[in-house]
DNA sequence: TTGTATGCGTTATCAA
DNA sequence: TTGATAACGCATACAA
């Protein structure tokens, strides 16, 4: 072993940065009592004198103390951490979702592991077995459903998850969503009742659950009205603004341009709005645009977006309370299936 | 200890749920070797026969063995983990933010804990003490700069942290930030260039130092131009879509309306472009936006927004690669003051 | 009321 | 090549 020595701010051993942490054996020390004195003394246990105590409280504070998560985790089993995997963190649906997570997390005083897949089913896998390995008590995540595969992986390992937006048909698990066939249906209604008739869907990729039912809406909702499908206005695949773009500039320089789009997210819905306003298509005139998310962004577009809501946020504070509760046993451990109900919101764009 | 009982999934003692997970020793005993036997082996040391090692490998595949990362963290005092402090988890530029750290730090093998602090010193000085408790290895964070406090505990905890958008003038720590004067001045230089004599800025609150720094900026250009400066015309404290347009609505129904808004980022710019579209101000011809961060949200207004880059996602995962450089030793611990240059992106709002 | 001893899962030292 | 043992920081059963 190399000698510590000082290299500017910090101490290095061998190269590596190492942080030198009061232990509570040193406050022992300092206070002149036995560690696990000391140690009761700041977990408020009982039998411990209050002269002691003070004493042991005064070193504590005296000398930076700071209770060692990892430790009393190792002691406990218990590391009152919750993993959370999400399809993209700068996603602003993902981005609300966490931040509800997080928000009901640090209400129960847990913490937040965060990790994204950019729904590749690789980095999903990894990010469960980095999940895992992390020990965290329990895990909630949007699969990216390309392979039932990591999910059952986790299911194995016998840590409690939630799955976030999301399910699997299949696989009996715990899950959050929204009502997304419900949510299809209403917007597409709500275009056919607004006169139109040739309704295209910039639908996510349809392996995922939530785009497969709103496109399950869609066509419910088409059906009973009459119309016909055509195969031409049913676009897969899109996630990002960039994916709505692309998808939007096709279709309405495309053969037989649609008058209305049903957007599978706001933020694929901006895209929309992107192609129209670089085409000089008029919305709503020309065509019409309804997302799905009912997120702020749908505020500021010219003119705002009507919208299928539905908060992300609640969403995940949602999930977070359920599994924190399943964690501590306060929710009876049955299946939990939750379908958050949605509504439409109507503004300048249909 | 009461007994341990099986309900539904998951296994709880004393109603709590408890995780069964494989360790070492018993991946060792099902080879029928030593648990350090089976420790190097699995870990690739020398001093281990071909035979003995493919056992146990076989063994650990067998039972499904997952290292725990926990009890690794506490023998060499080293979690592999960063704790990431930020605003506003759903805010855009921070949402990107994190996702630049965490993908930099994923390819450091690093896991990030994020914490939220709504710009709350309360919350940021929380938000440190689990970070610490956490034993991450490094910091990164948006300060909220309301006080030095927090930062100054964070310093005299040793670990090493390094400032995002953000920094102190009479505190001595690593930080990341972008050109911000400068990009407050070109910003203001361009729209005066563009004719305008009247232009307000909607800063974020002016107690941080971007806030502060744009403001030089403008201010800078103000008298280079030698034009007036009207206080009127600036305001402080927006950081949200909300913040934008409140206050956008309150300068275009005042008593001297500007002809142009320099707004803190994109996310407030988005609340000006809603405020104008309500009251049926055409952007640029009746007022011009200049926004911050050049995120692609400025892409789908009407107008698109110009703005001054510099990205965010870039931002995190220069400080991220500056932190886990610093913390295996791969940089000189001499103070990393980062400024990422800007550069203005005109589209159609100006 | 206080202290001693043990274990959580892992890795490192050292002896066999 | 392998195994017994100690240590990381903490909490607790038990003895004093």
Redesign the pocket.
Known sequence: ?TPIFKKGYYFYVDGNVHIK?V???E??KAA????????????D?????P???ARVLEAAQRLG????R???A????KTRTLGVIVGDIANPYFSMLVRGVEQTAREFDYSVILQGTDEDLEREKEAIEVALAEQVDGILITPTQRSEEAIRTLFDSGTPFILMSRHFHDLETHYVIMDDQRGGFIATEHLIQRGHERIAILNGPIHISSAAERYAGYMEALQQYGLDVDDGLVIKGCLTMEDGYRAALSLIDGPNRPTAIFAFSDFVALGVFRAANELGIVIPDELAVVGFDNTIFGLCTRPPLSSVGGSPEELGKTAARFLLELLTGKRPNTVTRVKLPVYLVQRGST
């Open positions: 072993m942490r232990t509570l054996r406050v022992a002149g009592v036995s560690i696990n004195t000391a140690s009761r003394a700041l977990n246990k009982p039998a411990v004198s002269y002691t105590k103390y700071r209770p060692n990892l430790a009393r190792l002691r406990y089993n």
